[in-house]
């Protein structure tokens, strides 16, 4: 099932993807909630009475504008240094391997979807591209093993952890430069596991231009989805819509020689085996 949140004229509802239409699932099932953050607190049954939900009420895909699947996520998560080519190229700029898994935050206000411009800050012309594997939370957990892990997983997205690499560089957190407004994208919907399959066995990529930059399996991860679950819940509780980012390939422009970074105009698409892509161009931030 392929979740979306969308737009018709001024409505914003949710839906599902049904080949070219998207079915409403509120106007269908009024016992569903309106929003895709309420509908994955609701739990395991309101996911199943939306699967059972036919097309009644419903619009083609070609006439909505497809929003952020959770445009307001409690927590927004990444993994830094998960690809083995990344940490290799990483090191040539200096960043050292670190010894477990590094997480910061992306503050939830960086939400972009799937389609919306990128900002080029004001204050820094080290805007980059990072194609990665977005997971989504699907029930409230803590301390979960490597082996239930995937029994909280609520589907999966494309994301674009767009950072801006000299504020990003400047703290040891790294959130202020990886939480700038619209850095966030994320879609183009929610793929469920069942619809999905094994989401170590995918191929993930990033083009800008037109030109492939990024190109790998998710299976070249060093800490797999399961275990930075595992990880994660061991510290604090994981609830319904909580966004894991679960790390980037090789091929971004700060690692590059000279490094190359976005500027105005530029366009990013980044694809995922079996959930599909998301385009975002680069605008000078509105001022």
């Not at 036919?54 to 990444?78: D, R």
């Not at 990886?178 to 793929?191: H, Q």
Request: hydrophobic share 40%; proline share 7%.
């Amino acid at each position: 099932m392929k979740l979306v949140t969308y737009q018709h004229h001024a409505n914003i509802s949710i839906g599902k993807v049904d080949g070219d239409l998207v079915i409403d699932l509120p106007r269908n099932d009024p016992s569903l909630p309106a929003t895709m953050k309420a509908l994955l607190e609701a739990g395991p049954q309101a996911i199943a009475r939306a699967r059972a939900v036919q097309a009644g009420h419903a619009v083609a895909l070609s006439e909505v504008t497809l929003l952020a699947p959770l445009p307001n996520p409690s927590k927004y998560l990444a993994i830094g240094m998960n690809y083995r080519k990344h940490v290799a190229e990483a090191a040539k700029v200096g960043v050292q391997t670190p010894p477990t898994q590094v997480w910061f935050n992306k503050q939830v206000s960086c939400i972009n979807g799937p389609f919306g411009d990128v900002h080029l800050p004001a204050v820094s012309n080290q805007l980059d591209y990072e194609v990665e594997l977005c997971v989504v939370i699907g029930q409230r957990c803590r301390h979960v093993s490597r082996e239930a892990a995937s029994s909280v997983i609520a589907g999966f997205m494309v994301c674009n952890d767009v950072s801006v690499r000299d504020w990003q560089l400047a703290t040891q957190t790294m959130t202020i430069g990886k939480s700038f407004d619209t850095c966030g994208p994320t879609g183009p919907w929610i793929v469920t596991p069942d619809e999905l399959g094994d989401p170590h066995a995918l191929r993930l990529q990033m083009w800008v231009n037109g030109e492939l930059r990024q190109d790998d399996m998710t299976g070249a991860m060093i800490h797999d989805i399961y275990d930075q679950i595992a990880h994660l819940s061991t510290a604090f509780t994981l609830e319904p819509g909580d966004l894991l980012a679960t790390g980037t390939p090789s091929g971004v422009g700060v690692a590059m020689n000279p490094p190359v970074y976005l500027r105005a105009g530029d366009v990013m698409r980044a694809e995922i085996e079996g959930i599909g892509s998301i385009t975002n161009r680069v605008i000078a931030e509105p001022m």
